[in-house]
C-alpha cells in the first residue's frame, strides 16, 4: 500500500493511539449482505432482503525494530515492536471497541472495531521486527431508547427519544474529588447524568449532611450500569 495512506488506531477517545509504522500491501475489505432467497409456490422466486452484515477488515504487515526510510511516522513516534503487540493485546482483551481509520487517495474509513484475530511472530534473521496478521469487526453501538409517555388531545402518546451520542471513552471505577466539585457535578461528568448523584452517595455512604463538605482528594467509587 503507497505511503499517501494513513492507518491509524486509537482506543478509549484518544487516550491511546498509533500510526501503522509500515503500511500493508493489502487490505482486505469485506461487506457482505444478508438476504436469503425462497422459491414460492409456483416456481417464482423472492428475496428478502436484511440489513448487511458487519464490515470486516484484514491485513499483514510488520512492526519495525529500527527506522527506515519507509516507515511512515517519525523516529521519535515509531514503537518498539513490543508496544504494539501490548496495546492490540490489551485492546482486544478488554471488550471495548476501538476507532479504526484509513485516510487515502481512493479510500477513507473511521469504524468503531473490535478485534476479532491477532497473530504475531518474530522471523528469523529480521532484526527483531515483528510480523503480524489482524482481523477486525465493525462494532455496532446499541442502547436502550428512552421513550415518554404525554397526553395529547386526551390520548396517551408514546415518544421516542433522540438516540445519545455514543461514548467512546472507558468509564474509570474510581474519581477524586476536585476543588469545587460535587456528586452532581461529578455524575454530570463522568455519567452524562447530574440526577445520578444519589446512586454515587449511597455506593459511598455518603450521609446528607456531609454532602456540603466533601474534602478534596477523597476518592470516591463511580457505579457501572
Known amino acids: 500500500m503507497s505511503e499517501d495512506y494513513e492507518i491509524k488506531m486509537s482506543y478509549n477517545n484518544d487516550a491511546e493511539k498509533f500510526i501503522?509504522?509500515?503500511?500493508?500491501?493489502?487490505?482486505e475489505i469485506k461487506e457482505n449482505g444478508k438476504s436469503n432467497t425462497f422459491?414460492?409456490?409456483?416456481?417464482?422466486?423472492?428475496?428478502?432482503?436484511?440489513?448487511?452484515?458487519?464490515?470486516?477488515?484484514?491485513?499483514?504487515?510488520?512492526f519495525p525494530y529500527t527506522w527506515l526510510p519507509y516507515v511512515t511516522v517519525s523516529k521519535i513516534d515509531l514503537f518498539k515492536p513490543e508496544e504494539y503487540v501490548d496495546r492490540l493485546r490489551k485492546w482486544k482483551n478488554s471488550k471495548h471497541p476501538?476507532?479504526?481509520?484509513?485516510?487515502?487517495?481512493?479510500?477513507?474509513?473511521?469504524?468503531?472495531?473490535?478485534?476479532?484475530?491477532?497473530?504475531?511472530?518474530?522471523v528469523a534473521g529480521t532484526l527483531g521486527d515483528i510480523h503480524y496478521r489482524i482481523v477486525l469487526k465493525e462494532y455496532i453501538f446499541?442502547?436502550?431508547?428512552?421513550?415518554?409517555?404525554?397526553?395529547?388531545?386526551?390520548?396517551?402518546?408514546?415518544?421516542?427519544?433522540?438516540?445519545q451520542r455514543p461514548d467512546y471513552r472507558i468509564r474509570p471505577k474510581t474519581y477524586t474529588l476536585q476543588l469545587g466539585d460535587n456528586l452532581w457535578k461529578v455524575a454530570k461528568k463522568i455519567l452524562g447524568d447530574g440526577s445520578r448523584s444519589r446512586e454515587i452517595q449511597e455506593l459511598n455512604g455518603v450521609s446528607t449532611a456531609d454532602l456540603k463538605r466533601l474534602p478534596v482528594g477523597m476518592v470516591i467509587k463511580i457505579p457501572e450500569d
Open 20 to 27: 501503522l509504522p509500515i503500511n500493508p500491501e493489502k487490505i
Open 39 to 62: 422459491d414460492i409456490i409456483g416456481g417464482s422466486e423472492i428475496n428478502a432482503i436484511q440489513s448487511p452484515k458487519l464490515i470486516e477488515i484484514s491485513f499483514e504487515s510488520i
Open 142 to 163: 446499541y442502547a436502550a431508547k428512552k421513550i415518554e409517555v404525554v397526553q395529547q388531545d386526551g390520548q396517551t402518546v408514546l415518544i421516542k427519544q433522540p438516540a
Open 98 to 122: 476501538f476507532r479504526f481509520s484509513l485516510t487515502g487517495p481512493s479510500s477513507n474509513f473511521f469504524l468503531p472495531m473490535t478485534i476479532e484475530k491477532f497473530e504475531w511472530k518474530e
